[in-house]
């Protein structure tokens, strides 16, 4: 939740995804990582009744409608948006034994030009579940946004020999806390924020890969170029179909 409450002075959204966790924080707010007022922002808004303004919407894995494309015919469907977890018995168990992340959502965006996956905080329970329902949808992904935003976690990453991703974005987290190895070990590259700055993909050609960080751009690709458009520096092309 770190931010929302700056995010909701910035630009108040219409809807926002959530899962019916009832998850509580400590009021010892004052040697916390996280800001009191982040979590009772979101406190506020999971509380509210079903028509307040931003509305809550609840989704699962598999539910179709506006949210998933029901004619996957193993080609691109355009822009497609699936839920690929939790699913309600996750959500139950979470709430009953306290583990928060299995409640964690997971959607895959599918671009014209490529597969992404948006992990969140899944862990292990989520990715049995994807694995054993969606493998063939996340099946050689094109780019992977890392459960934990990276960080090692004391989890499997056996969902990485599925998912084989053409690219990882880590987040921000002091090295030693990323989870390198599971990478490396089977030969998967990934970008972190402290290596790369901020990184944005344009969807619209080949899923181009930008950086904010002109030095790491140059190191990587010495024929690098300015995008006003995306306000970073090119890299490469993460999905060539």
């Not at 880590?170 to 599971?182: E, I, Q, R, T, V």
């Not at 402290?194 to 944005?200: F, K, L, P, T």
Request: aromatic content about 12%.
């Amino acid at each position: 939740m770190d931010g929302i409450a700056d995010l909701f002075e910035y630009c108040r959204p219409t809807n926002y995804y959530d899962t019916d966790n009832d998850k509580e924080m400590s009021d010892e707010w004052e040697d916390s990582p996280y800001r009191e007022e982040d979590w009772l922002l979101y406190k506020e808004l999971r509380d509210s009744p079903p028509d307040t303004n931003p509305k809550a919407i609840r989704v699962f894995s598999g539910d179709t409608g506006i949210h998933r494309r029901k004619d996957w015919n193993g080609k691109s469907p355009g822009d497609a948006f699936y839920t690929l977890a939790p699913t309600p018995q996750l959500v139950n168990e979470a709430n009953e034994d306290g583990e928060y992340n299995d409640a964690s959502y997971v959607f895959m965006y599918w671009s014209p030009t490529g597969r992404i996956v948006l992990s969140g905080d899944s862990h292990d329970k989520s990715w049995e579940h994807i694995l054993a329902t969606h493998s063939r949808l996340v099946a050689n992904v094109d780019l992977l946004i890392a459960p934990h935003h990276g960080r090692k976690s004391g989890r499997s990453y056996e969902f990485l020999d599925v998912l084989k991703p053409k690219m990882t974005f880590f987040g921000n987290a002091p090295s030693k806390d990323l989870a390198y190895s599971a990478w490396r070990s089977r030969k998967l590259p990934y970008i972190t924020n402290n290596m790369a700055g901020s990184m944005i993909v344009d969807c619209d050609d080949h899923m181009s890969l930008y950086v904010t960080n002109e030095e790491f751009a140059r190191d990587e690709n010495e024929n690098t170029f300015y995008s006003e458009r995306n306000h970073s520096w090119y890299v490469k092309e993460i999905s060539l179909s």
